[in-house]
């Protein structure tokens, strides 16, 4: 079946850093990518999405790749802010059984420290 | 108002009792979830529902289940709570016209305590 799978956190940055989540996918059709971020109390918001290879998504300067070669969607920010501390999750939207339902992955911890 | 309205957010409850959440929502999604959240677990998928006539199962369905009241509501229910239900439990919709590559939308959870 399909899976998801995150780097496991919690991965901690000095402000200004660089970051990199990485995310690897299994799927049997051609899937949605997407990133999903959880600030603390919050629900999962949107954060970007790519549906077919080579697109990239981005947003408040995130972004990331959809590379159908290595099965990957890494999320990357080229400075990270202490606002950006929260739980990042990557999943896939597949055609399987014509549901889309969405897998995740478990989630990766962002902490930025000033 | 939020677009997906979860209440209550937080519930203690005792063993053995019964527990009803509810979910509304003002996107006009056909689409709606239930998840739960584990720390280290990720999601996982309880139950969902495409219309209102549909309910389906989902990976963790045992000691739930569901009723979508109408397009905008969709309530989950814990027949006999057990400790090992507490959880953060939220509640999604999503658009089928774009299958589910537009994403979902969530709620803001309910944090439920099972004593």
């Known amino acids: 079946g399909d899976s998801v799978t995150q780097m496991e956190g919690p991965v901690t940055l000095s402000e200004e850093a660089f970051l990199t989540i990485n995310c690897t996918y299994t799927a049997t059709g051609y899937p949605s990518l997407f990133w999903y971020v959880q600030y603390p109390g919050e629900g999962l918001q949107l954060l970007l999405k790519a549906t077919k290879a080579d697109d990239k998504g981005s947003n408040k300067g995130f972004e990331a790749t959809y590379r159908k070669e290595t099965t990957s969607f890494h999320l990357e920010k080229g400075s990270v802010q202490v606002s950006d501390s929260a739980v990042y999750f990557c999943?896939?939207?597949?055609?399987?059984?014509?549901?889309?339902?969405?897998?995740f992955g478990r989630g990766t911890s962002l902490i930025v420290h000033p | 108002d939020a677009d997906v309205t979860q209440t209550p957010r937080n519930r203690i409850t005792k063993t053995g009792k019964r527990i009803m959440l509810e979910c509304s929502q003002t996107k006009g999604h056909d689409r709606m979830y239930w998840y739960r959240q584990d720390p280290g677990l990720g999601l996982r998928l309880i139950y969902y529902s495409f219309d209102v006539k549909d309910i389906n199962k989902g990976e963790i369905s045992d000691g739930y289940s569901v009723s979508r009241q109408a397009q905008a509501k969709f309530s989950l229910s814990l027949e006999s709570a057990i400790p090992n239900q507490t959880a953060l439990y939220f509640c999604?919709?999503?658009?089928?016209?774009?299958?589910?590559?537009?994403?979902?939308?969530f709620g803001s959870g309910t944090r439920l305590t099972v004593v």
């Open positions: 999943a896939l939207s597949d055609q399987t059984g014509g549901s889309y339902i969405p897998t």
């Open positions: 999604a919709t999503s658009d089928s016209l774009g299958q589910g590559a537009y994403g979902y939308t």
